[in-house]
């Protein structure tokens, strides 16, 4: 997905860097890694919908189910750089420093977008829901690998993915337990 495009609500997006998250019993990181609930359903299958859920109670964080229908898999849309819209995206991220920071976090390019909990669920391929995606244009550059960013399972598993040296690519933090009062 590194390269392709994100259109939603006025602001296109080139995506920068992903992390990939897998069903039943193979990842424990994934939402979906102790069965189907209400809240990750739609990561079941069929691929090709968005799976939006808070986090730290204020922030969507948006997926695109990737996996066979009935196997639970997604990928992450953590950064991206917005390539048309950007008077639209600062009006959705007033405390973005620059423009290379509006999506430069899963929340910050949910917010971006103009996606919310209420886009769960809806198509990013048939053009029926408010984000679509599209093939890249042009080269992507170099990709590069790593561990994933907050989880605290898993968190050592290389399944994040970003274009080299891409100013938009969010900072790496290593999970820290937290301590016991």
């Keep these: 997905m590194l390269g392709w495009r994100l259109t939603a609500n006025g602001v296109v997006v080139r995506i920068t860097e992903v992390e990939?998250?897998?069903g039943l019993g193979a990842d424990p990181a994934s939402h979906a890694h102790r069965g189907r609930t209400p809240r990750n359903a739609v990561m079941f299958g069929p691929a090709g919908f968005l799976y939006v859920y808070q986090i730290y109670g204020m922030y969507q964080c948006m997926n695109i189910v990737c996996g066979e229908e009935?196997?639970?898999?997604?990928?992450?849309?953590?950064?991206?750089?917005?390539?048309?819209?950007?008077?639209?995206a600062r009006s959705r991220r007033p405390g973005a420093r620059n423009d290379r920071d509006l999506g430069a976090g899963p929340g910050k390019l949910t917010r971006a977008l103009g996606i919310s909990k209420a886009d769960y669920g809806t198509s990013v391929v048939d053009?029926?829901?408010p984000l679509t995606i599209t093939p890249p244009v042009g080269e992507v550059g170099p990709v590069e690998?790593?561990?994933?960013?907050?989880?605290?399972?898993a968190h050592d598993v290389a399944w994040r993915f970003w274009v080299k040296d891409d100013p938009t690519v969010s900072s790496y933090r290593r999970h820290a337990p937290r301590r016991q009062k």
């Excluded at 690998?145 to 399972?153: D, F, K, M, Q, Y």
């Design 20 to 22: 990939a998250y897998s």
């Design 70 to 88: 009935g196997v639970a898999a997604a990928v992450l849309l953590r950064a991206g750089e917005v390539v048309e819209g950007a008077e639209t």
């Design 145 to 153: 690998a790593g561990p994933r960013v907050g989880v605290t399972s």
């Design 127 to 129: 053009g029926t829901g």
